[in-house]
T-cell receptor, first 109, second 115 residues
Framework: KNQVEQSPQSLIILEGKNCTLQCNYTVSPFSNLRWYKQDTGRGPVSLTIMTFSENTKSNGRYTATLDADTKQSSLHITASQLSDSASYICVAITDKLIFGTGTRLQVFP | KAGVTQTPRYLIKTRGQQVTLSCSPISGHRSVSWYQQTPGQGLQFLFEYFSETQRNKGNFPGRFSGRQFSNSRSEMNVSTLELGDSALYLC??????????????FGPGTRLTVT
């Protein structure tokens, strides 16, 4: 069964700290993996897209890694800001999009 | 280039009524997908259109329907609304039919509240 699991479900950190969000996927055949950021009440916005052959991709303070062998991905946020407070959704692509339920990140001053 | 637009942004309806939501994709995108998002459930796939044809449909009752026009704009309709239909409805557009090759761009969503 195609499935994406994200952990933790929610996370609270202080401004300026780093954090890492996890995504485990079981999809076949695997095409690519995407991370989205979704502010409350808004639509998701793409952060990174990684294909099978890519193992890291950065977008500013966001760095995604992909291990296709273990079927794991992580999103690392460096020097967090209040504006990073959002839900982060991992999506594994096969012949369709398989969405994780997201990690809710709250950054406090 | 303008992004995906959805109207209305907010909607309050009563149980039993019907509702129509609209989505205008990014210019040049012929694929439009619709999703329902409820707290804790993540994005649930409703259906997907490409060049006016429904290509895929999720596991939702027949009360949920959609269509796509020749200009790629799409509408979704929910008839006989139930309290459980309260959700954020998102549409996304892409260059490719399934949104699996090229990136999907999401609209801001329509927040539907059923009372």
């Amino acid at each position: 069964k195609n499935q994406v699991e994200q952990s933790p479900q929610s996370l609270i950190i202080l401004e300026g700290k780093n954090c890492t969000l996890q995504c485990n996927y079981t999809v076949s055949p695997f095409s690519n993996l995407r991370w989205y950021k979704q502010d409350t009440g808004r639509g998701p916005v793409s952060l990174t897209i990684m294909t099978f052959s890519e193992n890291t991709k950065s977008n500013g303070r966001y760095t995604a890694t992909l291990d296709a062998d273990t079927k794991q991905s992580s999103l690392h946020i460096t020097a967090s800001q209040l504006s990073d407070s959002a839900s982060y959704i991992c999506v594994a692509i096969t012949d369709k999009l398989i969405f994780g339920t997201g990690t809710r990140l709250q950054v406090f001053p | 280039k303008a992004g995906v637009t959805q109207t209305p942004r907010y909607l309050i309806k009563t149980r039993g009524q019907q509702v129509t939501l609209s989505c205008s994709p990014i210019s040049g995108h012929r694929s439009v997908s619709w999703y329902q998002q409820t707290p804790g459930q993540g994005l649930q796939f409703l259906f997907e259109y490409f060049s006016e044809t429904q290509r895929n449909k999720g596991n939702f009752p027949g009360r949920f329907s959609g269509r796509q026009f020749s200009n790629s704009r799409s509408e979704m309709n929910v008839s006989t609304l139930e309290l459980g239909d309260s959700a954020l409805y998102l549409c996304a557009s892409s260059l490719d039919p399934t949104g699996t090759v090229y990136e999907q761009y999401f609209g801001p969503g329509t927040r539907l509240t059923v009372t």
